[in-house]
């Protein structure tokens, strides 16, 4: 059935992903893994997961989650590197696995990302300020539209525009009604989901 989580609810999503593209000329340094809308033709960003690429400015690295919530200092990046301009950068053609999750509560609870099973615990805002990495969207219900590996704008005059593109592969995505913690992270690492062998099978949605 359709993806329906709260904005009070727990939640985790994850996915194997490979990512090759790096920022260029005028190019977003931003590359989307998923992307939510608030509908079919309401452009405004519910939810951004993707690759940090820049590569010159600050933070460098990492992975970067934005929600419905207006304030830069709001969308989150997460690196490998206490120091802002030393995170990894995640378009060298590797295969990596990355977990995001949310406690449940009402507002602004903190969240988590693991990436291959350990997690990130340096956190930035886009002007590589320290923050806590805090995840309150208005949620995901059966009238949100997707996107996987791209975002879409509107060009100014209405139109479609697809912009911030993934490049490379990412493969066994998954969304939880529920935060998963580490062992479970490291659990759901194995080569596919393998759905009759996972502690969490109860509590996949999508």
Not at 79 to 94: C, E, F, K
């Amino acid at each position: 059935g359709p993806l329906d989580i709260s904005e009070d609810d727990a939640w985790s999503f994850s996915c194997w992903f490979k990512g090759t593209k790096t920022e260029s000329g005028g190019e977003s340094e931003h590359a989307c893994i998923l992307w939510a809308e608030n509908g079919i033709s309401d452009f405004s960003n519910k939810l951004r997961i993707g690759i940090n690429n820049n590569s010159s400015g600050t933070p460098i690295g990492g992975i970067f989650y934005s929600d419905a919530r207006a304030s830069s200092a709001e969308r989150v990046i997460f690196t490998d590197n206490a120091t802002a301009t030393s995170g990894t950068q995640y378009n060298d053609g590797v295969w990596r696995h990355l977990t995001l999750t949310r406690a449940a509560g009402v507002d602004n609870q903190t969240l988590k990302c693991y990436m291959n099973g350990v997690e990130l615990t340096n956190t930035f805002d886009v002007d590589g300020n320290g923050i806590t990495p805090i995840a309150d969207p208005v949620w995901l219900t059966s009238g949100t539209a997707y996107r996987i590996g791209c975002e879409v704008d509107d060009d100014g005059s209405g139109d479609i525009d697809y912009t911030d593109f993934f490049k490379g592969n990412i493969s066994d995505m998954a969304w939880w009604d529920v935060a998963l913690t580490a062992a479970q992270v490291r659990e759901n690492m194995g080569p596919g989901l393998d759905l009759n062998n996972l502690s969490t099978e109860a509590n996949i949605v999508a």
